[in-house]
């Protein structure tokens, strides 16, 4: 993602972490569960409080997400013992495309990835930043694109209830063989 390029050089940086953790955790046969959650872009202050040089507030791509259902996923993994924990379905998508598909999802968001991380809100290149030291002024967990987050991730609310996920495929499966015997009868 473009104007991103240090806050995820950090992100594969704690992945790489996690990762090496959890096998040393795994070595020690420490009771410790060592799960990386992913989120998706999320209502917090990063975009108000970052130094930017673009002239105006960036914002990472839609939909954004408030951050409880961060916490949530957090509160989840705490006592459910999982590997990786993806919050927001938009998220779970980009990691698919990345996986599936890298040059064709380059393609994608070659010509719309700028336009996206546009607020169109001014934003000078000398606004206070957090850069060298926290800003008093944004002393909160949510950022200022409330209007705009979602309350609720229904692929985060899934991955957070397997029994769910069970019900959801029983009824898909058996709504498919339903459709299916309707088109042979036809």
Same mark, same amino acid.
Do not use: C
């Given at each position: 993602?473009?104007?991103?390029?240090?806050?995820?050089?950090?992100? %594969?940086?704690?992945k790489?972490f996690?990762?090496?953790l959890?096998v040393?955790?795994?070595?020690a046969?420490?009771?410790?569960s060592?799960?990386?959650?992913m989120?998706?872009?999320?209502?917090?202050?990063?975009?108000?409080?970052?130094r930017?040089?673009v002239?105006v507030?960036?914002?990472?791509?839609p939909?954004?997400?408030?951050?409880?259902?961060?916490?949530?996923a957090?509160?989840y993994?705490?006592? %459910?013992p999982?590997?990786h924990?993806?919050?927001?379905g938009s998220?779970?998508?980009?990691?698919?495309a990345?996986?599936?598909a890298?040059h =064709?999802l380059d393609?994608?968001?070659?010509?719309?990835?700028?336009?996206?991380?546009?607020?169109h809100?001014?934003?000078p290149a000398?606004?206070?930043?957090n850069?060298?030291?926290?800003?008093?002024?944004y002393?909160?967990?949510?950022g200022?694109?409330?209007?705009q987050?979602?309350? %609720?991730?229904?692929?985060?609310?899934?991955?957070? %209830?397997?029994p769910?996920q069970g019900?959801a495929?029983?009824?898909?499966?058996v709504?498919a =063989?339903s459709?299916?015997g309707?088109v042979?009868r036809?």
């Amino acid at each position: 993602m473009p104007f991103q390029s240090a806050y995820i050089a950090a992100k %594969h940086g704690v992945k790489g972490f996690a990762e090496s953790l959890r096998v040393e955790v795994a070595h020690a046969k420490l009771p410790i569960s060592v799960t990386t959650i992913m989120p998706g872009t999320i209502n917090t202050p990063l975009f108000d409080k970052a130094r930017t040089k673009v002239g105006v507030k960036p914002v990472a791509p839609p939909p954004i997400y408030q951050p409880a259902i961060v916490a949530e996923a957090i509160a989840y993994a705490a006592t %459910h013992p999982v590997r990786h924990l993806v919050v927001g379905g938009s998220a779970r998508a980009i990691i698919a495309a990345e996986r599936i598909a890298p040059h =064709l999802l380059d393609a994608i968001l070659a010509p719309i990835a700028y336009q996206v991380h546009n607020t169109h809100e001014p934003k000078p290149a000398d606004a206070p930043s957090n850069l060298f030291a926290p800003l008093d002024t944004y002393n909160t967990v949510e950022g200022s694109f409330g209007r705009q987050a979602l309350s %609720h991730s229904l692929y985060t609310w899934f991955a957070t %209830h397997p029994p769910a996920q069970g019900a959801a495929a029983v009824g898909a499966a058996v709504g498919a =063989l339903s459709l299916l015997g309707r088109v042979r009868r036809r």
